[in-house]
Every structure is written in C-alpha cells, then in structure tokens.
C-alpha cells in the first residue's frame, strides 16, 4: 500500500474563527441574560435610584434599543 502524504489546508479565515465564536458567544449571553433578567434588575434600579416607573423602564428601552441598532451595520461589516 502506497501512503498518500497528509496534505495540509489552512483554515480560510486564518484561524480566528474559535475566537470569533467565543467571542459572540460571550456578546449574546452578557446582553441577552440582561435582557431577559430585567424583570429583577428593574425592582432595584427603583429602589437604589428612588426614580419612577418610566424612568427606570427606560433602561430596557435602551438596551432592547441597543440590540437592534447594531444589527445593520453587523450585517454590512459580514458583507
């Protein structure tokens, strides 16, 4: 049996895919386990900065506001 020798590829990306992964990964659960856990979040932001409802609801405003202002120019830079 001939062995054939190993032939190598390198990775189209140039290796920083795992990065990327992790990184995103990391983005999506620090934002996305904020938003989700705001309903917690919002007692004490009433609490510790005595202000009111509106007020303190702003802030998942701003970060729901956040995610998805973010899509467009994500989806132009992957182009």
């Given at each position: 049996?001939?062995?054939?020798p190993e032939?190598?590829?390198?990775?189209?990306?140039?290796?920083?895919?795992?990065?990327?992964?992790?990184?995103?990964?990391?983005?999506?659960?620090?934002?996305?386990?904020?938003?989700?856990?705001?309903?917690?979040?919002?007692?004490?932001?009433?609490?510790?900065?005595?202000?009111?409802?509106?007020?303190?609801?702003?802030?998942?405003?701003?970060?729901s506001?956040?995610?998805?202002?973010?899509?467009?120019?994500?989806?132009?830079?992957?182009?």
């Amino acid at each position: 049996m001939d062995e054939k020798p190993e032939v190598i590829v390198p990775f189209p990306d140039g290796g920083w895919g795992w990065l990327v992964c992790l990184a995103t990964f990391s983005t999506q659960f620090i934002v996305l386990g904020t938003m989700n856990n705001f309903g917690v979040m919002y007692v004490e932001l009433l609490n510790e900065f005595n202000t009111g409802k509106a007020d303190a609801g702003n802030a998942d405003i701003f970060l729901s506001l956040l995610s998805y202002y973010r899509v467009p120019s994500t989806k132009t830079r992957c182009k």
